[in-house]
């Protein structure tokens, strides 16, 4: 993908627009059979990060702010005698006075990443992955548990949001999260919470919370993983391919598995 300082060599940008050729900010809608040059007044202060004037960008910067699976990208021109003001805070935006209308592009084409993204998204059917109905052999809990630090949920959305950011962008990464991500957490945390609370919360109170919401947001991240095959790994996500929910509590790991069962506990402190 062109840098800004690129596009601006080249003389051209590009903008994300709804399928109807219509400007999900300004809702203007464009002509998109049109070539000829369009003109519109130009706010040429490069301190004002919007302004007036045909606002362009990178692929990069339409991809983590704007870019939705319904819609379209349209490549513009802009003729020699353009104006054109690069914010001094821009990270991917510019706008300038003249353009024309280049070239339209579907999503795919431009992200083959996300082809066939709605289909799959549609017929994918994420599934609890607490599903354990043995107690798995202690010591790999344990090995598992010495390099699981505290707030894993945080580290492991980091890490993949980051990679998925390089993938498709953050906002399609937040859409994906959106359908895949918040179906995973809503059947885990139905299957386990209550009988979690129900075994732990008078011994820790809210740390059982943190602990539980922590792994389910594992459980969802490594299926968004999963879905964009992301070379990525960590790990707490052996503890979803056993199918278990850990909960330290006073030194002690309690284990649970399918619909919050009870499978037994290991005491972290013993070799």
Known sequence: METVQELITQHKGYKYLNSNGISPYQNYAYDLKSRRIMMTELDTDPSHDCGSGWNLATLKWISDNCLKFDGIIVECSIPKTAQIILPDNSNGKFRTDKIKIKKLYTIESLFPFLKDIKTRLKDYKPTNPIMAETMPEPNKIKKIMAQVGAQVGDQVRDQVWAQVGDQVGAQVGDQVRDQVGDQVRAQVG???????????????????????????????????????????????FELVRLGIMVVNILG????????????GEVDSKKK
């Open 252 to 263: 002690k790991f309690k284990i649970f598995g399918k619909g919050g069962k009870y499978l």
């Open 190 to 236: 139905d299957h386990v919470w209550a009988q979690v609370g129900a075994q732990v919360w008078a011994q820790v109170g809210a740390q059982v919370g943190d602990q539980v919401r922590d792994q389910v947001w594992v459980c969802s991240y490594k299926t968004i993983a999963d879905f964009f095959n992301i070379d990525y790994d960590h790990p707490a």
